[in-house]
């Protein structure tokens, strides 16, 4: 493949990535509003945060890489926008908590087909050691996407509110349920694209011909468990902490500082877009460069002192006197987090075979959604329910609390990590 090709496929990709986290994500942005026309509690916001769309994930995403170590992995993503635009837009109908966690299961099972087929493609179109960036770039899709469901939510759901809600199929439907539906058809509109394009020929290498049986990638992840073990659980306390974080900030500046949907929403959308494209991009070539001279791991080096960045501001930014000093510790936040998923997973690829990478990506995947975004929205509310005495401005002591011992474990694990990886021949 060119050299064009190769980043045109991961622009693809990323804008893949970035459509995946505005569906995602506009549940965080209309948390507010759906647990007002609902009567939802902070618990089961939680679990359709995290808990309900995490678990499905996790458990499908090893299939799903499966499929896409054996077959053509454009058509797999192409088949997974398609599926979780589709469950995005039933949200805009759903009168209840059941429906809503139905939305989200739909969503969870397209979304599991993207990053292990992503990982094995880009692995196959650049070398180890030129691998970061395109990674780190893809990852940016997470940041953008973010910037896209908050931005264009937050417009959107104001424009339809001013409008007193609107009307479809004989039923009034408030604003945040025009949110989800019009998101979903835009998924729906660009899903076809992914089934002509022609998918990277696969790199093979000598071992790489022999026929893979199922429980070889995970003789692998044993054999090599000195990295894999503080890798996989580093990379799950990352997601715990950054999911306290992520998944509340919408209320919490609601709450605690008295924002808007709109207020809040225009704020987190503009830090995703500065600071988490600016981090990812950054982080991804100060990785590479340190690796290009000679720095032994430095990616897992990268993002475990990145964490130690985002740590701090993951206590500060929650305490902060004002809206303005809160949103700006959340920038610094999201800048840190672009030195940790891209060089994370980039790291796995350069010590994984080519063969096994779909599917040890989904298995490090697999830890990140149960630790992170299956345990972290949800303990988040559970602290803040039973410790702090549940909702309102006590929402901001639960986020810290989760935020500030996950940050710093997870910073110890991948420096473990960092010291015992082997890299493979390029």
């Known amino acids: ?9 991961v622009l693809i990709l990323a804008f893949c990535n970035a459509l995946s986290f505005v569906d995602r994500q506009l549940i965080v942005l209309l948390t507010e509003p ?5 009567g939802l509690s902070d618990t089961q916001l939680g679990l359709l945060q995290g808990t309900v769309f995490a678990f499905t994930y996790a458990f499908l995403a090893i299939p799903c890489a499966t499929l896409s170590d054996r077959t053509v992995r454009t058509r797999v993503v192409g088949a997974g926008v398609l599926l979780w635009s589709v469950m995005t837009g ?6 209840n908590f059941t429906m809503l966690a139905i939305s989200r299961f739909g969503i969870a099972v397209g979304e599991a087909t993207l990053n292990p087929a992503t990982f094995s493609m880009l692995s196959d179109v650049f070398p180890p050691k030129k691998l970061a960036l395109p990674l780190s770039l893809y990852a940016a ?9 908050f931005l264009g939510g937050a417009a959107l759901y104001k424009y339809v509110q001013e409008m007193g809600g609107f009307t479809l199929f004989g039923h009034q439907h408030p ?3 025009a949110v989800f539906l019009a998101v979903g058809l835009l998924g729906v509109a660009v899903a076809p694209i992914l089934f002509f394009i022609r998918e990277p020929a696969r790199r093979i290498v000598a071992q790489d011909k022999e026929k893979v049986d199922f429980a070889e990638p995970f003789r692998f992840i044993w054999q090599e468990r000195a990295t894999t073990i503080p890798l996989f659980l580093g990379f799950g306390f990352n997601g715990m902490a950054a999911n306290a974080i992520n998944s509340w900030i919408s209320s919490m500046l609601q709450r605690t ?3 808007t949907v709109t207020e809040a929403g225009t704020a987190i959308g503009l830090v995703y877009l500065i600071s988490g494209v600016s981090g990812n991009a950054f982080f991804g070539w100060l990785s590479d460069a340190l690796e290009q001279r000679g720095v032994n791991s430095a990616k897992l080096r990268v993002a475990a002192a990145s964490l130690v960045l985002g740590s701090c501001a993951n206590i500060y930014g929650p305490l902060s006197p004002t809206g303005t000093t809160a949103v700006g510790a959340f920038a610094v936040t999201i800048f840190a987090a672009g030195g940790v998923a891209g060089t994370i997973s980039a790291a796995l690829q350069t010590m994984t075979p080519n063969r096994l990478r779909a599917t040890v990506s989904a298995t490090y995947l697999f830890c990140f959604n149960i630790i992170g975004l299956g345990l972290g929205p949800v303990t988040v509310a559970l602290v803040s329910d039973h ?11 639960a986020i810290v609390t989760v935020a500030g011992l996950a940050g710093p474990l ?16 390029s």
Not at 1 to 9: E, I, T, Y
Not at 410 to 425: G, P
């Open 1 to 9: 493949m060119s050299a064009r090709a190769a980043w045109g496929l």
């Open 34 to 38: 759906i647990r007002k026309d609902l």
């Open 257 to 259: 500082h008295g924002f």
């Open 141 to 149: 899709g997470t940041v953008t996407g973010s910037a896209m469901a």
């Open 90 to 95: 039933f949200a805009g109908f759903a009168r």
């Open 387 to 397: 410790i702090y005495g549940g909702g309102g401005t006590n929402l901001r002591y």
């Open 410 to 425: 997870a910073a110890v694990l991948l420096y473990i990590a960092s010291r015992r990886i082997k890299v493979l021949a």
């Open 175 to 177: 604003a945040w349920q």
